[in-house]
T-cell receptor
Framework: RKEVEQDPGPFNVPEGATVAFNCTYS??????FFWYRQDCRKEPKLLMS???SGNEDGRFTAQLNRASQYISLLIRDSKLSDSATYLC???????????FGAGTRLAVHP | DARVTQTPRHKVTEMGQEVTMRCQPI?????VFWYRQTMMQGLELLAY????????DSGMPKDRFSAEMPDATLATLKIQPSEPRDSAVYFC??????????????FGNGTRLTVT
């Protein structure tokens, strides 16, 4: 079993739709969590950190469920520019391991 | 705006040649990662340094790859000899761990390597 797992997608949604991605992690001692966004042929860029209490940044909401060991990303009112691959990232092992999920591809169409 | 700088951006070389990729982490960051990305494999961790010391290089083929941090402003990844299967994008990323806070990673633009 991979340490960080994501649904690879692709998720094909119309503009304005709400879409949610989940990511599960296997190490219960994992400490920090992030969502990154990667556009085709570009470097991954930080989208948002994920806090225990959940956090929101505009149309994006991230949540952490430690009991079930998953994090989620909700995108409301999808834009064409949201089309990208979304990577779930987990720090674990006493901050000695930073693990990327394989990514979930999102395609927003008109 | 602080950035991680990687050179070269593109490299085309013939099989058997040595390849050296360089990375300048963000000033003040104490961790440096090297990742490789292909269409098939996604992001693979090759090496991880903290305070210039290698913490994890288990993902790196030791027979041909080597990673070093000669000083805090420079990380290098070398492949000798290079093979066609090494063709990929190599990303360097830096961050800050410890001291009561941990920053997320910031990535460089990557080096796109093609070995013919």
């Amino acid at each position: 079993r991979k340490e960080v797992e994501q649904d690879p997608g692709p998720f094909n949604v119309p503009e304005g739709a709400t879409v949610a991605f989940n990511c599960t992690y296997s190490n219960s001692a994992s400490q920090s969590f992030f969502w990154y966004r990667q556009d085709c042929r570009k470097e991954p860029k930080l989208l948002m950190s994920v806090y225990s209490s959940g956090n929101e940044d505009g149309r994006f909401t991230a949540q952490l469920n430690r009991a079930s060991q998953y994090i989620s990303l909700l995108i409301r009112d999808s834009k064409l520019s949201d089309s990208a691959t979304y990577l779930c990232v987990v720090w674990s092992g006493g901050y000695n391991k930073l693990i990327f999920g394989a990514g979930t591809r999102l395609a927003v169409h008109p | 705006d602080a950035r991680v700088t990687q050179t070269p951006r593109h490299k085309v070389t013939e099989m058997g040649q040595e390849v050296t990729m360089r990375c300048q982490p963000i000033l003040g960051h104490n961790t440096v990662f090297w990742y490789r990305q292909t269409m098939m494999q996604g992001l693979e961790l090759l090496a991880y340094f903290r305070n210039r010391a290698p913490l994890d290089d288990s993902g790196m083929p030791k027979d041909r790859f080597s990673a070093e941090m000669p000083d805090a402003t420079l990380a290098t990844l070398k492949i000798q000899p290079s093979e066609p299967r090494d063709s990929a994008v190599y990303f360097c990323a830096s961050g800050l761990v410890g001291g009561g806070g941990n920053s997320p990673l910031h990535f460089g633009n990557g080096t796109r390597l093609t070995v013919t």
